[in-house]
């Protein structure tokens, strides 16, 4: 009885700790129901009482574009990734390569590099080679912001996978390549799920390399509708949030499958394993 | 910067050796069978754990049981081969990017010679440049304030969360992976969300602090506010980062650790600081290493909130190489790019001492 009366103290304190930091959440949310008229009333309204989709059909009308930019920079990025990361960490996992040390290390040094320098960079190269302002341009910058962490998930989860079902794969005679595609690949499902949600979430968030290396194209990303929506001068507050809270989608989708999926992928390299 | 917070957890944790054993046997279950426990913890726990290991485990530490087909000089090969991409991918998209950031930063560029490539070398002086404006003192002034008061908070916010969520109560888990929101959305929405809430006229924070009969504060707009309202967003978003870094260190302490001290009738607080505090260490000190490396480098936010100003109240040196470079017609990439390769120089400058104070400190 008392036992169970401190917990639901404790839940009821969790919740009002939870509610206090989505509180913007909420916000955004509430103001993007908003009608132009009571957007500057004060005080505000709390709930959208008089709620309104004038917001959300704007997104509809004008971001669409952006959106389907943001989806395609975001499953490239994703290809990209698994691409390089996969295989580096099998060998990183399992082939003992001599170096491979030093090859981690730098990967996590890469992880700490400002995106502002590598935009810098990045504008230099693409200015020269033309691919300034296209999508592959950005989709290459974008995975920069994945490959190292992938490669460490990888690495992780591959260390894992049990040696005597590598080994019934030698002595059936397959080959590295072999053993990496049929074998190594598909147990590692989960890594692979873990890998491409971050890796789709980072890309479709990023605003450093679109705003540099794309702030010409004729394909922009969502992140940069939401920007140039806030540069204009009549701001339509209503449609801005209603486009930031679209934007927000994968990242709502990423912890919803992040109980099933995530989690699983992930535990192998949590500190209290 | 290598040995630091690799060699660092042998010397402070005493049950290293248990740990590295316990790893490596979940390890081996993980994939086959994501045991029970595999779904209370959230994603970026294992994502930031992972790193952690990752920093933890010492060079040429594996686990048991590998055979060792790179033992060969064709096994090397091979290994190689499957490295090759990763190792293309890191020359041609960082050591290029930065080679030509540094190459920027030692020329002087205009307009014309940045598209012809024929700018004269003119060796250190964007960097004198740099460090000679007059914008220079502050936007490293505010790069400390906007670091430093970020992590305290964060880090303390974090911890006390992290403290009260190890009690496993009713919702907990899910109440946790919620927090985990602000650290999920892009950037540009959780800004642009603060910028509409600290309105000056229209915001909800003033209309809550009007309530309160506090006059209306011009959290963006005024010189004096707009370096602590990017703080805050900036804290906000880094709180779920400590949190679930630090409940997983938490989760690793042995729950009879707690119940000896308890039964030796240390109260919760005493329990706390004698017992938590300590062993969580190793972790504490690199979660304030990464959170320090990725605070330095913060640019969305307060582009996107101020655009570092007004009056450059709010820029720091990651805003003012990117304004810069990129923030006006004229772009000057050489002065740009000098500050950003100097904000590189500062983030493995400040990491080396932090580190080297942590291991003093542990060491006595």
């Known amino acids: 009885m008392t036992a169970n009366r401190r917990t639901w103290w404790h839940t009821g304190l969790g919740v009002v700790f939870t509610a206090l930091m989505l509180f913007p959440v909420y916000w955004m949310i509430n103001v993007s129901f908003t009608r132009d008229q009571d957007m500057r009333k004060s005080p505000p309204d709390w709930f959208p009482v008089n709620g309104t989709l004038e917001g959300y059909r704007a997104v509809l009308e004008q971001q669409g574009p952006y959106l389907a930019t943001s989806l395609v920079v975001g499953l490239g990025t994703v290809a990209l990734t698994l691409v390089i990361s996969a295989p580096a960490a099998f060998s990183l996992a399992r082939l003992r390569p001599r170096g491979g040390g030093v090859l981690s290390f730098l990967l996590l040094v890469a992880q700490m590099i400002p995106g502002v320098i590598m935009a810098m960079g990045f504008y230099a190269i693409y200015l020269s080679t033309g691919v300034l302002n296209t999508v592959p341009g950005l989709i290459l910058a974008d995975s920069t912001l994945a490959v190292p962490f992938a490669v460490l998930i990888f690495t992780t989860f591959m260390s894992g996978i049990p040696e005597e079902l590598l080994q019934a794969a030698r002595v059936d005679g397959a080959g590295a390549l072999r053993t990496f595609w049929s074998i190594v690949l598909p147990v590692s499902r989960n890594a692979v799920i873990t890998v491409s949600l971050f890796a789709f979430l980072w890309a479709w968030s990023d605003f450093v390399f679109a705003s540099t290396l794309d702030q010409g194209g004729d394909h922009q990303p969502i992140t940069l509708g939401i920007y140039h929506y806030i540069g204009n001068n009549n701001q339509q507050w209503n449609a801005i949030m209603a486009t930031a809270v679209i934007a927000s989608i994968p990242a709502t989708v990423l912890l919803v499958l992040a109980q099933r999926y995530v989690a699983a992928g992930v535990t192998a390299g949590a500190v209290k394993d | ?364």
């Open chain 2, 1 to 364: 910067m290598r040995a630091g917070p690799r060699s660092k957890p042998a010397r402070t944790s005493p049950s290293r050796g248990r740990q590295t054993k316990e790893s490596m046997k979940h390890a081996t279950q993980t994939p086959a069978a994501p045991t029970a426990d595999d779904g209370r913890e959230p994603a970026p726990a294992g994502a930031a754990g992972g790193a952690l290991r990752r920093i933890v485990r010492r060079p040429g530490q594996r686990a048991p049981g590998k055979s060792a087909p790179g033992k060969s000089a064709a096994g090397q090969w091979t290994a190689w081969a499957f490295l090759a991409p990763v190792v293309i991918y890191l020359l041609a998209f960082y050591a290029y990017p930065l080679y030509r950031n540094v190459d920027l930063s030692l020329r002087n560029y205009t307009v014309r010679s940045f598209v012809q490539g024929d700018a004269p070398f003119t060796g250190l002086a964007n960097y004198a440049k740099a460090v000679g404006d007059a914008t220079f003192g502050p936007a490293l002034w505010h790069t400390v304030v906007f670091t430093l008061v970020s992590l305290a908070f964060q880090f303390t916010i974090g911890l006390a969360l992290a403290v009260f969520f190890t009690r496993h109560f009713r919702l907990s888990a899910t109440l946790r992976a919620l927090f985990l929101v602000p650290w999920l959305l892009p950037l540009i929405v959780s800004s642009s969300t603060w910028s509409w809430m600290l309105n000056s006229d229209s915001g909800v924070v003033n209309a809550v602090l009007h309530a309160f009969g506090i006059g209306p504060v011009n959290w963006l707009t005024s010189p004096d506010w707009s370096l602590w309202s990017v703080t805050i967003a900036n804290i906000w978003i880094g709180i779920p980062f400590n949190l679930v870094v630090l409940y997983s260190g938490l989760q690793a302490i042995p729950s009879h650790i707690h119940e000896a001290a308890a039964l030796d009738g240390a109260s919760g607080w005493q329990r706390f600081w004698r017992v938590t505090f300590p062993l969580l260490r190793p972790v504490s000190a690199i979660t304030l290493l990464l959170g320090l490396v990725y605070t330095l480098k913060v640019f969305d936010i307060i582009w996107i909130m101020t655009k570092g100003g007004p009056s450059d109240a709010s820029t720091t040196l990651a805003t003012w190489s990117y304004r810069l470079g990129f923030g006006n017609l004229l772009p000057s990439f050489g002065p740009g790019a000098a500050v950003g390769n100097l904000l590189i120089v500062i983030a493995l400058v400040s990491g080396l001492v932090y580190i080297r104070v942590q291991r003093r400190q542990a060491l006595a």
